[in-house]
C-alpha cells in the first residue's frame, strides 16, 4: 500500500488560491506554470480533489475542450472528486465522483490505487479531512515568494509540531520546497 501525500504550492503565508480560487499567483512566478517534473507525486497512481480544484482546473485550463491537456496533467490514473454536485467530465477520463466523508470514501481510492501512491492535490480543506481520518501520510509544500491577502488557506486545521516531521527542506527554483511526514497523534483539532 503506498502513501497518501498532499502536495501543492503555497504562498509564503499560507494561501493555495486567491480569493476568486485563482492560481494566477503561482502561475506568475517563474517555473510556476510547469513545475520541474522532479517536484510532482512520481508513484502517485490516483489523484484525489475537491470540486472547486476540479472545476477550476476544468474552467482554466479548458479541460473539456482540449482533452490533451487533461491526459497531459491526469494521464490515465483515476481522478476522484469530491462533491455533492453533478459535474462535467472530459471525454475518456477516468473520473470517480464521490461524497460523503473520506474515511468512507477511503477503501474505494486506495483500491483503485493497488500499490501505488495517493496524490491529494487540492484543496486544504480536503487534504484536513484525509488529516482527520489519520490517512494523510506526508504534506509537501512547494512554497512561493508571493503573499496574498486572502483566499483559500493551505491547511484549515491546528496541526501542533509534534505531528509533522521535517523530511527535507531544498531550493527548487524560486520555490522552497519543503516536506513533512505525518506522524499519528491526537492532538489535532478540526477549524479553520
Given amino acids: 500500500m503506498g502513501k ?6 503555497t ?14 499567483w503561482l502561475f506568475a ?17 490516483v489523484l484525489v480533489e475537491g470540486s472547486t480544484t476540479y472545476e477550476w482546473m476544468l474552467a482554466e485550463l479548458g479541460l473539456l475542450e482540449h482533452l490533451e491537456k487533461w491526459a497531459d496533467f491526469h494521464r490515465d490514473r483515476p481522478t476522484f472528486v469530491f462533491t455533492t454536485r453533478q459535474l462535467p467530465t472530459p ?8 461524497s460523503g466523508s ?3 470514501a477511503l477503501p474505494a481510492i486506495r483500491h483503485a490505487a493497488g500499490d501505488g501512491d495517493i496524490w491529494v492535490i487540492g484543496g486544504g480543506d480536503l487534504a484536513g479531512q484525509f488529516f482527520d481520518a489519520g490517512a494523510l501520510d506526508e504534506i509537501a509544500l512547494s512554497v512561493a515568494p508571493v503573499a496574498l491577502t486572502g483566499g483559500a488557506p493551505l491547511f484549515p486545521r491546528r496541526v501542533e509540531s509534534d505531528r509533522l516531521q ?27
Fill in 29 to 45: 512566478v517563474e517555473d510556476g506554470e510547469q513545475p520541474d517534473a522532479a517536484l510532482l507525486p512520481a508513484n502517485a497512481t
Fill in 11 to 24: 504562498t509564503i503565508n499560507g494561501w493555495i488560491a486567491d480569493e476568486n480560487n485563482s492560481l494566477a
Fill in 166 to 192: 521535517l523530511v527535507s527542506a531544498e531550493k527548487v527554483g524560486q520555490f522552497a520546497r519543503l516536506v513533512y511526514a505525518v506522524t499519528p497523534g491526537t492532538t489535532a483539532v478540526a477549524g479553520g
Fill in 91 to 98: 471525454t475518456g477520463a477516468d473520473i470517480r465522483f464521490v
Fill in 102 to 104: 473520506v474515511a468512507d
Fill in 4 to 9: 497518501i501525500l498532499f502536495d501543492t504550492a
